[in-house]
């Protein structure tokens, strides 16, 4: 039995070391365009996996692109989709809807100071 070369046991970094760097002045900026770019590789990750799914049906006769675009949704399925959707908006929008259920629940002292915080960080 042959032993394992250093390369099978090369582990890599999830992290970068360092601090991160930082290109608008306010890091949330930062963080939010992370997020979103991280989305952008998913979603084309994601559609390549569909054009290659469309490419291989079409080439062992299953369907065709034209299949696709013509296809229409029973109730049912649109429906379904109509709830995922949802699903995924509230989950995007989690955050953002916390904040919002959180500054219902202040009182007007509570948010006179937010207010006045974020004036302070804007300056």
Do not use: C
């Not at 582990?11 to 992370?34: I, T």
């Not at 296809?71 to 649109?78: R, V």
């Not at 959707?85 to 202040?106: C, M, P, S, T, Y």
């Amino acid at each position: 039995m042959t032993e394992p070369s250093p390369d099978d046991q090369l582990e890599l970094q999830r992290k970068a070391k360092g601090k991160r760097p930082f290109y608008f002045s306010n890091p949330d900026v930062d963080k939010l365009l992370s997020m979103i770019m991280a989305l952008t590789g998913e979603l084309a990750i994601a559609r390549d996996r569909i054009d290659t799914l469309e490419r291989v049906a079409e080439t062992k006769g299953l369907f065709s692109s034209d299949d696709i675009e013509n296809f229409e949704l029973d109730a049912n399925a649109l429906q379904a989709r109509a709830d995922r959707h949802r699903q995924l908006l509230r989950e995007v929008n989690r955050i953002i809807v916390g904040e919002l259920e959180d500054l219902e629940g202040a009182n007007e002292e509570d948010y006179t100071a937010v207010v006045e915080q974020v004036e302070q960080d804007d300056t």
